[in-house]
């Protein structure tokens, strides 16, 4: 079976109440407009059908707090979780799990949606973003959330978010030419990822797991800045002392970027499959598709990413990994 971990849909009724609350949502909400798969299950189960032994993992495709404040964050949540909830009850061969949205800009309703979409809804996990509004992932008041992930042993999908208004230099406003996706985001997941293995995430937390969306971002690609780069952490720091933070680690800092699991939503990118591979290793990365996010109305992301892992120089136990054996060992099945 193919798992494909990290899927986005809009159940009809959130989608509703996400055009009522924030019926102008920019830049990706644009992109939400043109794509009818994401809210048609119709639509949806056609492409699926494609493909053989084939089932998705769905989440939602934006964060939450842009669709209002912390009140409407948390409605929307609810009728989120409920929805996917319903979906993977009534069609049990196409979705085999949902993931979780919570409300982040209000950390307290987060924990209690959070506990209740694991305990009562059975979410196989949460969904957060790189940035929460422009805070930091790794800001203290999110940390609780980390912690009961750790402790339900459920993983989190760590996806990026940036928008336009994240400006290429400062001297201008916006970012220019969608640099703010195509860069931008990579990045983002990026620097969440050095953020919680430089705020000892890992250490406090050792049976966290979290699956980072497109591969890890950057970081396989600067494996050599990452690892030996950052052997000189704070040489290059004057008003802050970085010193103390490798020493305090309790392994080397490279070993925890692959710690984290990433999934192959390269969208149909062979030689960025095969760094990422290379680096986190084929017991940390899982099958993904970003669907349906393709650049054509059709299952061009599921297709091409199946065709990459398929040419893969790997063994068929490695390859069963990728495609399913990671995807049940995360999500406990």
């Not at 934006?62 to 009140?71: A, I, M, Q, Y």
């Not at 929805?83 to 009534?90: F, G, I, S, T």
Request: charged content about 25%.
């Amino acid at each position: 079976m193919k798992i494909d971990m990290f899927n986005h849909i809009l159940p009809k009724r959130f989608f509703d109440k996400m055009t009522e609350v924030n019926p102008n949502l920019v830049d990706i909400g644009k992109r939400f407009r043109s794509i009818p798969v994401l809210v048609d299950l119709d639509a949806r189960f056609r492409v699926m059908d494609l493909f053989e032994d084939y089932t998705q993992v769905i989440s939602l495709p934006n964060p939450p707090e842009v669709l209002g404040g912390p009140t409407h964050c948390a409605e929307v949540c609810t009728i989120a979780n409920d929805c996917m909830a319903e979906l993977v009850d009534q069609y049990p061969d196409r979705f085999l799990a949902f993931v979780a949205a919570i409300p982040m800009n209000d950390p307290d309703r987060a924990m209690l949606e959070l506990e209740r979409a694991i305990t009562t809804l059975k979410a196989s996990g949460v969904q957060l973003h790189t940035n929460v509004l422009g805070r930091p992932i790794d800001s203290p008041e999110f940390k609780p959330v980390f912690a009961m992930m750790h402790d339900y042993d459920l993983p989190i999908w760590l996806h990026p978010t940036r928008t336009a208004d994240f400006a290429d230099y400062p001297s201008e406003d916006k970012s220019q030419y969608e640099i703010w996706w195509t860069f931008g985001w990579p990045y983002e997941t990026s620097v969440a990822m050095a953020r919680l293995v430089f705020g000892y995430y890992f250490d406090e937390f050792p049976n966290l797991k979290i699956i980072t969306h497109h591969m890890g971002g950057m970081i396989p690609y600067f494996e050599g800045r990452v690892g030996p780069g950052w052997e000189q952490l704070g040489s290059r720091t004057t008003h802050e002392d970085y010193s103390p933070i490798l020493k305090n680690l309790k392994h080397p800092h490279a070993e925890y970027f692959r710690m984290f699991y990433a999934d192959t939503a390269l969208f149909g990118s062979l030689a960025g499959t095969v760094c990422g591979l290379n680096y986190f290793g084929s017991d940390h990365v899982v099958f993904a598709s970003d669907s349906p996010f393709d650049p054509e109305k059709g299952p061009a992301y599921i297709r091409e990413t199946i065709r990459v892992i398929d040419s893969l120089p790997i063994s068929e136990a490695e390859r069963s990994k990728i495609y399913e054996g990671n995807a049940r060992r995360l999500l406990n099945i």
